[in-house]
Structure formats: structure tokens, C-alpha cells
């Protein structure tokens, strides 16, 4: 599948690529230090009756790295340029892990553009104090020595304990694209995950359907800080043998999620 690129403010490009012939449209956002090939065992599963599209976050995977600061907004506001130059109307972001933070900024900046929306591995948390002497961490590791370290110490994090010995070519597939990440956008994207506010109050007053996707052996975002609010706008789904890779862990599990889930809006 070819990437296209579109420009957006500020001086930056967005690779993105697409799938399918629908004239409903769903958003797939990646993690950080993740890209588009994120979805690659997943897209395979998704129907052809939906338009799916696929960004590269500024500074992640053939997107380019613009100066300035990599907040939530900034990257809600790449999203909503996106989608006004692609799509007439509304569409569905689900976003996983940094991608679930943006689709909270982008329901609370634009909701005019939203027909639902869903956080995978995500949560409306802020950092925790320990979270963000974390992000100062590795952003340290990355000033000192270099992306590739950094990117060693996540990606065993990210997948359930087991998952490393039996999926070892994904873990090395997840380590080749952070690699990918350009290493100042790394920076900067940790400094703007770390000042992101609570958004809990999007999720329990947005008036469109959600879907919170959790991973029972997720090491970065455990299942209570996913499922923090409930309601008849809510799906909640936990998918038991993932960790906080649930699109290489467990793809059929998530493509079923996700497939009930659009059933349920549209």
C-alpha cells in the first residue's frame, strides 16, 4: 500500500495511506514511536466496506518532523486538516496508546468531525508523577544516547511477557519502526505527553460512542486506567491475552472489537 502525503501549517507534510471503498470513514491513529505499519497484520482483517485511513504522526514513519511543539493539540490539529482535505463529514478515530491522547484532544477541539471515536491501549489520565520522571528519563536516554537505546529499553514494555519469546519477529518489527522516528520529534512528544491534561470529562460527556480497547497484560496502561468511565455510549472491551499491542498481539481479537463496535454507530 502507497503512502500519500498531504501538507499541513506550519511547514510539515503527513503521510497517511488508505483502504477500502466505504463512504464511511474510520482513523486509525499509531502509538508513539510507532507509524502506519502498525495496522499492518490488522488491515488485512478490516472489511472493505469502510474507508480506513492510516497517519503518520508528525515526526513519526514518512511523515516529516516540524519545528514547534508536539502537544495533543498539535497533533489534533494535523488530524482535523487531514480529514477537512479527505472527508465530507464526520469520521471514527481510534487511537492507540499517544494516538488515543490525540483522539481525546481532537473529540474536545472538534466534534463537529466526529461520529465516534475510541482509545486502544489508552487512557484520559494524565501522567502520573512517576510518569513524568519517566518522560524526562527518556528523553535524557534519547539526548545522551540516542533514539536506538531508547527505543531497546519501550518496545519490550509494550508487549506481554510470554509475547517476547513467542513473537519474536514482531518485537523486532516494532523496534525497526521507532527506529524510524525522527529523534527531536521523540522529544518533543514526550514533553507533550507528559503536560497533557486529564480528558476523562471528554469521555463521560461526549454525546458519541466510545470504545475503550485494554490489554489484560498491557505493562504500560493497565486495564483501570482504560475503563475509567462507563455509560450507555460506552464500549468497553478487554482483550485477554494482549499486552499494549493488541493490533500485532492479538489482531482478530481486535479487528472483532472494532468491527462491533462501527456496527454500533453506523
Not at 134 to 140: A, P, S, V
Request: contains cysteine; charged residues 20%; hydrophobic residues 40%.
Amino acid at each position: 500500500m502507497e503512502n500519500k502525503f498531504v501538507a499541513v501549517e506550519g511547514g510539515g507534510k503527513l503521510s497517511y495511506k488508505e483502504q477500502g471503498t466505504g463512504k464511511k470513514t474510520v482513523v486509525l491513529l499509531h502509538g508513539f514511536c510507532g507509524s502506519s505499519a502498525y495496522w499492518d497484520e490488522l488491515l488485512p482483517l478490516l472489511p472493505n466496506s469502510y474507508r480506513w485511513i492510516l497517519p503518520d504522526l508528525r515526526g513519526h514513519g514518512q511523515s516529516g518532523a516540524p519545528a514547534g511543539e508536539y502537544s495533543m493539540e498539535a497533533f489534533a490539529g494535523d488530524l482535523a486538516q487531514l480529514l477537512k482535505g479527505l472527508v465530507s463529514g464526520s469520521a471514527i478515530v481510534l487511537g492507540h496508546s499517544l494516538g488515543g491522547y490525540i483522539a481525546l484532544a481532537f473529540a474536545e477541539r472538534y466534534p463537529e468531525l466526529l461520529s465516534g471515536f475510541g482509545l486502544i491501549h489508552s487512557t484520559g489520565f494524565p501522567d502520573t508523577d512517576a510518569g513524568k520522571e519517566g518522560r524526562l528519563k527518556g528523553i535524557t536516554t534519547i539526548e545522551e544516547q540516542g533514539l536506538p537505546a531508547f527505543i531497546e529499553g519501550l518496545v519490550p514494555k509494550l508487549f506481554a511477557p510470554n509475547h517476547l519469546q513467542s513473537m519474536p519477529e514482531a518485537v523486532v518489527r516494532t523496534i525497526e519502526i521507532g527506529n524510524s522516528t525522527d529523534s527531536q520529534a521523540a522529544i518533543r512528544t514526550l514533553q507533550g505527553m507528559r503536560s497533557r491534561p486529564d480528558r476523562n470529562g471528554v469521555l463521560s460527556s461526549t454525546k458519541v460512542p466510545v470504545l475503550l480497547v485494554a490489554g489484560a497484560h498491557d505493562q504500560i496502561i493497565p486495564v483501570e486506567r482504560t475503563f475509567t468511565v462507563s455509560g450507555s455510549q460506552i464500549t468497553q472491551r478487554l482483550i485477554e491475552t494482549s499486552g499494549h499491542m493488541s493490533m500485532l498481539e492479538a489482531p482478530e481479537a481486535l479487528k472483532e472489537a472494532i468491527e462491533s463496535f462501527l456496527a454500533t454507530v453506523y
